[in-house]
Structures are given as C-alpha cells and as structure tokens.
T-cell receptor, first 114, second 113 residues
Framework: DTAVSQTPKYLVTQMGNDKSIKCEQN?????MYWYKQDSKKFLKIMFS???????INETVPNRFSPKSPDKAHLNLHINSLELGDSAVYFC?????????????FGSGTQLSVL | AQSVAQPEDQVNVAEGNPLTVKCTYS??????LFWYVQYPNRGLQFLLK??????LVKGSYGFEAEFNKSQTSFHLKKPSALVSDSALYFC???????????FGTGTRLKVLA
C-alpha cells in the first residue's frame, strides 16, 4: 500500500496547456506539501496545506493553484504551462505536531513542457 | 531566514571506507535537522533526524549524524560504505512552530567498488 501516491508519474505537454497533478496520502497526516525539483536537483517548497488550509505559499507564479479537497488529498493545477515549468514535482505529507515530524514523499511527477 | 548548505556537490569514497557528507545550517531558534536519501527516479526517503537530546543520532541503513551546535553542523556519517549507498543525499532543517522544511542543494555520493 503506497503511503503517498501521485498521478501521473510522467506528464508531457505543450506550452500554453493547462494540466493537473494529483496527490493522495493514506497515512492519516494533516499536512501536505508540494515541492519542485529542478534539473540541478534543487528542491524548493511551493505550497503547504494543514487541515485543508493553505499555510505556506512561496513565491510561485499565479499560474500554479493548489487545492486540498480534504486532508488526504492535495492537487496542483498549472495554467498556461511554460518551458521553465519543466521539473519533477513531489508531493509530501507529515503529521503536524510542531516538533519536526519527518516528511513522507511521493515518487514524483516528471513534467516536460515542449 | 532558515538556510542549509551542503558544500560538496559530490563525494567519492571506496567501498568499505568511512564516509562523511557535510551539512551546515542557519536558523533562528532551535533547529530540527534531517537527512533524506534519493535514489534515481524515486522520491526522497527519510534517514534520520535530530530534535533534541543526544548529539549523535542513529538512523536507517547504518547511517548516523552528529549535531554540533557551536559549528551549526549536522554531518552524515557511515563507518563502512556500500556500493548500494550511492545516491543523492539531502540535508533539511525546520524549527518549532513552522511547517517550512528547507532543503540543502544535495550531495551525490558515489561509492566505488
């Protein structure tokens, strides 16, 4: 049983298109995250939700819109895709005890914008 | 602002030799420090963490890390490297009351047979 699952695993699309990535966790965690890993493997936080409430929103273009329908799901919708959006997007989750809980990561969605 | 530095892009070590992957951090307040490992085409996997207490933390696969407050470091170590340890290693930091985990730039570990 996969703890944090993302779909799709690969996403190849044209510039200007709109696409979504879905994430689900079955760990009972109440905090979920989106991270972006670029071609140099740098990992940057994009968004975080706690109990369906947005708590972290880094300097991400407005074309990126996260949505958390419930505690177990966090989706990422991207409008008007650009070449620079090509990256691997990781979903993660943790429990929110406030004392440094570890993150559980999904296996990533490799987005290629042509 | 929180930050993490991993000064080495790559570390090469011979199988059976001890390995060290370096990490230094900067935070306001007490740090919670983590090491994660990433194998090709996979998500990050948790190795170990320091929250409080003993400065030497033991984790998965024989890895350990030493928290040094005066040097603001949290270096990852293993007494005897295996070829299967070859992967990308990330150090991360957060603090109490925040959900923001900041990751270092990663260090590629290559263990040579």
């Amino acid at each position: 049983d996969t703890a944090v699952s993302q779909t799709p695993k690969y996403l190849v699309t044209q510039m200007g298109n709109d696409k979504s990535i879905k994430c689900e966790q079955n760990l009972g965690h109440d905090t979920m995250y989106w991270y972006k890993q670029d071609s140099k493997k740098f990992l940057k936080i994009m968004f975080s939700y706690n109990n369906k409430e947005l708590i972290i929103n880094e300097t991400v273009p407005n074309r990126f819109s996260p949505k958390s329908p419930d505690k177990a799901h966090l989706n990422l919708h991207i409008n008007s895709l650009e070449l620079g959006d090509s990256a691997v997007y990781f979903c993660a989750s943790s429990q929110s005890t406030g004392v440094g809980e570890k993150l559980f990561f999904g296996s990533g969605t490799q987005l290629s914008v042509l | 602002a929180q930050s993490v530095a991993q000064p080495e892009d790559q570390v090469n070590v011979a199988e059976g030799n001890p390995l060290t992957v370096k990490c230094t951090y900067s935070v306001s307040g007490n740090p919670y420090l983590f090491w994660y490992v990433q194998y090709p085409n996979r998500g990050l996997q948790f190795l170990l963490k320091y929250i409080t207490g003993d400065n030497l933390v033991k984790g998965s696969y024989g890895f350990e890390a030493e928290f040094n407050k005066s040097q603001t470091s949290f270096h990852l170590k293993k007494p005897s490297a295996l070829v299967s340890d070859s992967a990308l290693y990330f150090c991360a930091v957060t603090t109490s009351g925040t959900y923001k985990y900041i990751f270092g730039t990663g260090t590629r570990l290559k263990v040579l047979a």
